[in-house]
C-alpha cells in the first residue's frame, strides 16, 4: 500500500478556470494605484483571455470625468505602465467596456446609475466586484454607502492595504465590513502574496523533500526578509505622511511573506487551510520589543512637497522579529524595507548554521564567514539560490563561495506569468480567498504592533541612496545583512 498520501484534488486553483459575468467597480479609479497596476493589470488579463465572458469596468472617484475622458486616462495608464501597448481590437474592445461615474459616499446616486446601466449592458445577473483603490480613511464610509444602497447585494469586495492604522481602526473596519459583507466575500488585498514567487515558496518548501527536513531551528540560524526600494515616495505625500514604512511594508507585505516562509504544511491547498497556517504563525509571534526596532528617515524627505518640516514619519524600518514555536523558537526574522536606498531587492534569505568543524581553509579571509544560504529572490519573474562553500579548482584544498540558481526564465520558456495584482484581481472573481488575508490574521498582526505604535522610536535620518541608518547593522549583528553583497 502507497504511503503517500494524493490531496492533489484539493478544489483550489483550478487550471485555466473563467470568472463568471462581473461588473467590476474601481473606487479611485484615477488615482495612482489604479494608473499603475489595476487598470494595465485588467487589460493584460483581457489580452490573456482571463476576464469575464462578458464584463464591465465602472470607474469612479469624486471628481468628475465623462467616460471618454476615463478611457483616455485608462489608455495612458496602460501606455505608461502595462505590458502591452493599448492598441488595435484588444484595447478597442477593452475600452468598450470602461464607464465612469463620479460618486462620493454622501452621494451615490451616479454610482448606482452606472452600475445599473453596466449590468444590463452584461445583461442577466452579473457578480459585482468592489475594488476600493482609495485610502484607508476612505474605506469605512464607502463600504457603508455600499450597504445602505443595496448595491453590496451580490457583491464581493477587495479592500487595499493597509488595513487598517492600528488594532483599534482595523476591527473597527472588519465589523463595518462585515455588517454589509460575510468574510468569504471580503479579499483584503496584499499584492505581494499574489507574486510568482511567494506562491513558490510553497511548492519549494511542501512539493520537495529535500528542503522541508531543514526548515526548522535546528539547522537555520536565521532569517532575512528585505525589500529596499530605490524610489522615493513618488509624489505620494499624504498616503506616506499618514502611514510611513512600517504601516506601508512591514505589517502588510514583508509579514504577510513570513507568513508563508515560517508556515506549517497545510492539509491542502485550499483557502482556509493555508491562512489557518499562516494564522498560527501570527499567533505565535512575540509583540515586538521597540528595541528591536530601527526607524529611519531619509535626508530630504522633509523637503519633499506636502511633508511638514519636522516629521516624524520613517521611510525605512528594521526589525528583529520571533515566531515562538517549536519549529522556530530562538531563530531571528530580520525584516528591512526602506525607500530611496542604495538598491531595489525583494529577497527572503534563509541562513543555516555552520557545520561543527571548519575543517577547511578558504580561498579568501574576508569577513564575514560565508554560510550556506537559500535566497529566495521575489521580484518577479525571481529566482532561487542555494549558496554553499566549495572546493577552488587547483592542487590545495581551499574552499571558495558557489552557488546553484534556479530562474524561471530557464525552466519554464520564458511563459509571462500574471503580475501580482492580475492574479490576485482574477483569483477574486474567481472567488478564491487562499492569497487573501483574514480578519484574525490581520488583528493579530496590529496586536504585536502595539509597543512600537504606540511609543515610536525617534526616527534616525540617513543618506538617499545608502543602505539606511548604522543602527540597523548593529540589530542584526553578529549576522550581516546579505544585501548588498550576494546577488
Ligand atoms: C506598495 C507600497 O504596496 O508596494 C509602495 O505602497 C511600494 O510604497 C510597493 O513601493 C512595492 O511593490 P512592488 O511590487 O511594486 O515592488
Known sequence: MSVLTDVSTAPARE?????????????????????RELLPGLFQLARAGLLPPRYRIVGTARSPHGDEEFRRIARDAVAEFGQTPPEGEAW????????????EPAHPQPLMDAVSGAERAVGGTPRRL?????PPSGFEATVRMLGATGLAEHGRIIVEKPFGTDLASAR????????????????????????????NILAFRFANGLFEPIWNRNHISHVQIDVPETIGIEGRAAFFEGTGTYRDMIVTHLLQ??????????TTLAAKPIRDETSKVFAAMAPLDVRDVVRGQYQGYRDEAGIAPDSQTETFVAARVEVENWRWSGVPFFLRSGKSM???RQAVTIAFREPPMRMFPLSSDTAPRPTNKLVIDFADPGWIAAHFLAKEPGATMRLGEAAMTFRYADSFC?????????????????????????????ERLWEISAPLLSDPPPVQPYPAGSWGPDAALKLIAPHHWFLPDDH
Open 130 to 134: 468592489f475594488h476600493l483603490a482609495v
Open 414 to 442: 520564458n511563459r509571462r506569468s500574471l503580475a501580482g495584482y492580475e492574479r490576485l484581481i482574477l483569483d477574486a472573481m474567481l472567488g478564491d480567498q487562499s492569497l487573501f488575508t483574514r480578519s484574525d490574521g490581520i
Open 15 to 35: 487550471a485555466g478556470a473563467r470568472p463568471g459575468d462581473h461588473v467590476i467597480v474601481l473606487f479611485g479609479a484615477t488615482g495612482d494605484l489604479a494608473r
Open 342 to 344: 542604495a538598491q531595489r
Open 92 to 103: 478597442r474592445d477593452f475600452a468598450g467596456t470602461l464607464t465612469f461615474a463620479a460618486a
Open 172 to 199: 473597527a473596519l472588519n465589523t463595518a465590513i462585515h455588517e454589509v459583507f460575510d468574510e468569504s466575500d471580503v479579499f483584503r488585498i496584499d499584492h505581494f502574496l499574489g507574486k510568482e514567487s511567494v506562491d
Open 257 to 266: 511573506v513570513l507568513g508563508f516562509v515560517a508556515m506549517e504544511p497545510p
